[in-house]
């Protein structure tokens, strides 16, 4: 995957290897994750993160990187058994919360999926554009040989 990347970037003019495409990679993951930490602990100061939006769309719900069950401290502890009405409120607001949490979760779902699409149209572009340029360069290089050819030709002529 790394090398596909380096050739793309390569035959946009950027001098780069497979190696190189990687640990920049790992960079930008180590950075979010910094950063998404960091968002997540109360009295931090907000950390800014540049690339945040576009990688947090594609690995931002994996599991490794989130978690979906977490408890609120707002919340009481402890619901006796004589408070049904309190736990029938809280059963149906969690409900609530979780038909909201599934529409997001969906909704992300989506843009992730839209912005995968438009990362493998960018890359089928891409290899387009890579095709084309190497088809340019063969002609050149058919055009040099047969400049080759004629001065050869020429240069054996007059030395006859």
């Not at 090398?3 to 946009?12: T, V």
Request: aromatic residues 4%.
């Amino acid at each position: 995957m790394f090398e596909n990347i380096a050739n793309d970037m390569i035959s946009s003019g950027h001098s780069v290897n497979a190696q190189q495409v990687h640990l920049k990679w790992k960079s930008l993951l180590r950075s979010y994750k910094a950063c998404k930490d960091n968002k997540s602990k109360t009295g931090r100061s907000p950390s800014r993160f540049h690339f945040f939006d576009q990688i947090d769309a594609i690995v931002g719900d994996k599991p490794s990187n989130s978690c979906e069950h977490t408890l609120e401290s707002s919340e009481e502890a402890t619901i006796t058994a004589t408070n049904s009405e309190q736990l029938s409120q809280m059963v149906s607001s969690d409900e609530d919360n979780s038909s909201k949490d599934l529409q997001a979760k969906k909704s992300r779902k989506r843009k992730r999926s839209s912005q995968a699409a438009d990362l493998k149209e960018l890359i089928e572009m891409k290899r387009e554009e890579y095709k084309k340029r190497q088809e340019r360069f063969d002609r050149k290089c058919i055009i040099e040989e047969k400049k080759i050819e004629l001065l050869n030709k020429l240069i054996n002529e007059v030395h006859s």
